[in-house]
């Protein structure tokens, strides 16, 4: 019988400084910027709410959270991923390089 790892794998749980937060506090916490933050909520992975057209995004604290736990790659995934690269990388290597360039940029 197979177990499902990523059922059992503990999620991160970021310290979310508010309950209700700016798009710039979002972005501090997860250390990315807040312009991937608005991305984000534009392409709607990210629920936020926008009372003014054109105001500012806020973001619930579980929101985000969904948000950065939508992205957690299990293990089984992982491992499965590593195995599709090896296998490409090892039918790449003798391959020739595009425009015939070899290793060091020398033309044959």
């Known amino acids: 019988m197979t177990t499902n790892r990523t059922a059992t794998m503990e999620l991160p749980e970021f310290p ?9 506090e ?6 990315r910027t807040p312009k991937t933050v608005r991305q984000h909520i ?4 990210l629920r936020a ?3 003014d057209a054109g105001g500012p995004y806020s973001v619930h ?3 985000a959270q969904a948000w950065v ?14 195995r599709m690269v090896n ?16 290793r060091g940029g020398s033309r044959p």
């Open 69 to 82: 736990a939508s992205f957690v790659v299990g293990q089984q995934v992982r491992e499965g991923l590593d």
């Open 61 to 63: 604290r579980d929101d």
């Open 16 to 24: 979310w400084p508010k309950e209700t937060m700016t798009v710039a």
């Open 49 to 51: 709410v926008q009372f």
């Open 26 to 31: 979002v972005a501090a916490t997860i250390g």
């Open 87 to 102: 296998r490409r990388r090892a039918g790449l290597a003798g391959a020739p390089r595009p425009g015939g360039l070899r």
């Open 42 to 45: 534009r392409a709607k992975r």
